[in-house]
């Protein structure tokens, strides 16, 4: 019998790919962590050999693993173009989405076009704006949905999880600041969590510091960073060359990206619809 690939078990496998851990990803697809488990087990039997690392704590991929993602990824974005195709054109609406301002290039360049040609009379206006002056504007139903960063486990009804991250502390490549005192900060605006979690880590170590940098742009808080000016706190993922990570500072809890939406929404369904597209693309 010929064999098949279920486009099902090959979304199943990238969300557990991108996310890293099963639970997680059961969560993002609305499937119990045994659908899932049973929709990879099918999946490494179609391709023929393991295609995930399995422990306690997360998954990663074999090379089997590795050369199915790679391979499935335009299959995936194809797909749903179709499908999108044979539907789009019956969706129309306004959605206002707020993205913090470290996500507004990914998301604008990578994720959005998608959208837009999938659903071109959905009109998407957008807003930048620190995590937390997102959430209040979602939750007093200024904005319908945003794309926000809160440490893992917060409270936050209906709050769809994209991925999650453990954010590091990082310094210049080559100049040594870590053991300076006071400790150079390049902190983000305020309403950001990171920034929250580094005065209080820090206030909390008796550590002193000062802040060589305040702003709203992530690239001008890496920029401070790369230069030689300043420590700050980042995604790991977001670690550049021109970075190294730091030790001996205060361990900061895992953080999670969310896709939160106004319990007052309106145009569910085109707001349903982007919640997919984000959950399927966001990367960090």
């Given at each position: 019998?010929?064999?098949?690939?279920?486009?099902?078990?090959?979304?199943?496998?990238?969300?557990?790919?991108?996310?890293?851990?099963?639970?997680?990803?059961?969560?993002?697809?609305?499937?119990?962590?045994?659908?899932?488990?049973?929709?990879?087990?099918?999946?490494?039997?179609?391709?023929?050999?393991?295609?995930?690392?399995?422990?306690?704590?997360?998954?990663?991929?074999?090379?089997?693993?590795?050369?199915?993602?790679?391979?499935?990824?335009?299959?995936?974005?194809?797909?749903?173009?179709?499908?999108?195709?044979?539907?789009?054109?019956?969706?129309?609406?306004?959605?206002?989405?707020?993205?913090?301002?470290?996500?507004?290039?990914?998301?604008?360049?990578?994720?959005?076009?998608?959208?837009?040609?999938?659903?071109?009379?959905?009109?998407?206006?957008?807003?930048?704006?620190?995590?937390?002056?997102?959430?209040?504007?979602?939750?007093?139903?200024k904005l319908q949905a945003a794309v926000i960063t809160q440490p893992k486990g917060s409270p936050n009804a209906g709050?769809?999880?994209?991925?999650?991250?453990?954010?590091?502390?990082?310094?210049?490549?080559?100049?040594?600041?870590?053991?300076?005192?006071?400790?150079?900060?390049?902190?983000?605006?305020?309403?950001?969590?990171?920034?929250?979690?580094?005065?209080?880590?820090?206030?909390?170590?008796?550590?002193?510091?000062?802040?060589?940098?305040?702003?709203?742009?992530?690239?001008?808080?890496?920029?401070?960073?790369?230069?030689?000016?300043?420590?700050?706190?980042?995604?790991?993922?977001?670690?550049?060359?021109?970075?190294?990570?730091?030790?001996?500072?205060?361990?900061?809890?895992?953080?999670?990206?969310?896709?939160?939406?106004?319990?007052?929404?309106?145009?569910?369904?085109?707001?349903?619809?982007?919640?997919?597209?984000?959950?399927?693309?966001?990367?960090?």
């Amino acid at each position: 019998m010929t064999a098949i690939l279920d486009i099902d078990l090959i979304r199943t496998f990238h969300a557990v790919a991108r996310i890293g851990k099963f639970s997680a990803a059961a969560q993002v697809l609305h499937k119990s962590p045994a659908a899932v488990s049973v929709h990879i087990q099918r999946l490494e039997g179609v391709a023929g050999g393991r295609l995930l690392n399995r422990d306690n704590q997360s998954v990663s991929l074999t090379t089997l693993g590795r050369r199915l993602l790679a391979s499935t990824t335009e299959l995936l974005n194809t797909h749903d173009r179709v499908l999108a195709d044979l539907q789009g054109t019956r969706l129309a609406g306004r959605i206002t989405l707020g993205v913090p301002d470290e996500y507004a290039d990914h998301v604008i360049r990578d994720i959005l076009p998608t959208f837009a040609t999938a659903w071109p009379n959905v009109i998407l206006e957008l807003k930048t704006a620190p995590s937390y002056a997102l959430r209040d504007l979602v939750q007093r139903a200024k904005l319908q949905a945003a794309v926000i960063t809160q440490p893992k486990g917060s409270p936050n009804a209906g709050a769809q999880v994209l991925v999650s991250t453990r954010p590091v502390w990082v310094g210049p490549a080559h100049v040594a600041l870590a053991a300076a005192d006071p400790l150079p900060l390049a902190v983000h605006a305020a309403q950001c969590p990171y920034r929250q979690a580094m005065v209080e880590s820090l206030r909390q170590s008796g550590r002193r510091t000062r802040i060589v940098l305040e702003s709203p742009s992530n690239q001008a808080v890496k920029a401070c960073v790369e230069a030689g000016l300043a420590i700050s706190l980042i995604d790991r993922a977001r670690v550049t060359d021109a970075m190294q990570i730091l030790d001996g500072l205060p361990v900061i809890a895992e953080h999670e990206v969310v896709f939160q939406r106004s319990q007052a929404s309106h145009n569910e369904e085109a707001v349903d619809l982007l919640a997919q597209t984000m959950q399927q693309y966001f990367r960090l």
